[in-house]
């Protein structure tokens, strides 16, 4: 499978060359697949929505090389535009983008950007609001007068609508409750899955990132700590609590089961997997029990 993305040697000075220059991305290279899931977790000021900024040319490199589907993207710089056409971005609290009358308007402001015809924008417009979930009865509706995570599906679809190669998401959950955060989630990824689009989720909530992404970033002084499977990072538990952050909270159970004695593994990170990991354990502990146990007829009482 060919790299969407391909990131050389990035590094990113804000203000360079003032006083008050700040290195907020250091010498960062990594791939990420056509059709992958990668979550992105790091704590605050360890660069992750610098990275992502430059993904659609947001930012632009101090040093270093961004590839989008093997194009550098700052080849030619006039082109930019459509790299922000294949690679969209949605930003933490996207509702406050939306600024258009209608939630129609809002989510076909993308695609008539990018020239298309009537049709084809109603298409886009219906399609994206099928993806997130909104009611087709609220397409007619002003924005402001949704609920929250109405008007999240409602700045989401707008991204979803132009059908970027590349979908990056910037903590797409915050300010949501539970329901509302597994919904947004759970239809992002449905839309990865339908589309085979490549999406990049940067989020706080180890959970949402165990639950949802197949691979995981780990940024930690702005360069990149971790970049594996999401059971080989999570297996890292206690490195990660080193570098200051979280693990899911069933992870943190198996750590404190291990260190109590139990024989059990600890990359644990979803309650399906929990769950499979202690019955192999129960197995294993009552395949032992049998071998223990004298054979009848032996070793036994008369």
């Known amino acids: 499978m060919s790299d969407m993305i391909r990131i050389e040697h990035l590094s990113y ?20 697949a056509e059709g992958d899931f990668v979550g992105i977790i790091g704590s605050t000021g360890s660069g992750k929505s610098t ?100 008007k999240r599906r409602v700045a989401v679809a707008g991204v979803i609508a132009m059908e970027p190669r590349v979908l990056v998401l910037d903590e797409p959950a915050a300010g949501l409750d539970p329901e509302g955060r597994e919904q947004i989630l759970s239809q992002v990824k449905a839309y990865h899955k339908k589309t085979g689009t490549t999406v990049l989720l940067v989020s706080h909530s180890m959970e949402d990132i165990a639950t949802y992404a197949d691979r995981v970033l780990v940024m930690d002084q702005r360069k990149i700590a971790m970049y594996d499977t999401v059971e080989n990072v999570f297996a890292r538990a206690p490195e990660l609590l080193a570098l200051g952050l979280s693990v899911p909270q069933v992870t943190k159970v198996f750590l404190r089961l291990k260190e109590m004695g139990l024989d059990i593994d600890t990359d644990v990170y979803t309650i399906p997997y929990a769950v499979k990991t202690i019955l192999a354990a129960k197995a294993r502990h009552d395949a032992g029990d049998a071998k223990a146990s004298p054979a009848p007829g032996k070793g036994g009482a008369c």
Not at 14 to 32: C, H, K, Q, R, W
Request: charged share 25%; aromatic share 10%; with cysteine.
């Open 51 to 150: 990275l992502i900024a430059h993904l659609n040319g947001l930012n632009r490199p101090t040093k270093g090389k961004v590839y989008v589907d093997g194009r550098d993207i700052w080849a030619d710089p006039a082109k930019i535009r459509e790299v922000r056409f294949q690679v969209g971005l949605v930003f933490q609290y996207p509702e406050y983008q939306l600024f258009e009358e209608t939630c129609y308007k809002d989510i076909a402001f993308g695609p008539k950007n990018m020239g298309l015809s009537e049709q084809e924008v109603a298409r886009r417009v219906a399609e994206a609001a099928d993806f997130v979930g909104l009611d087709k009865a609220l397409l007619a509706r002003s924005p402001f007068e949704l609920s929250g995570g109405q």
């Open 13 to 32: 000075i804000y203000n360079e060359g003032m006083p008050d220059a700040t290195v907020a991305l250091d010498d960062v290279s990594f791939s990420v």
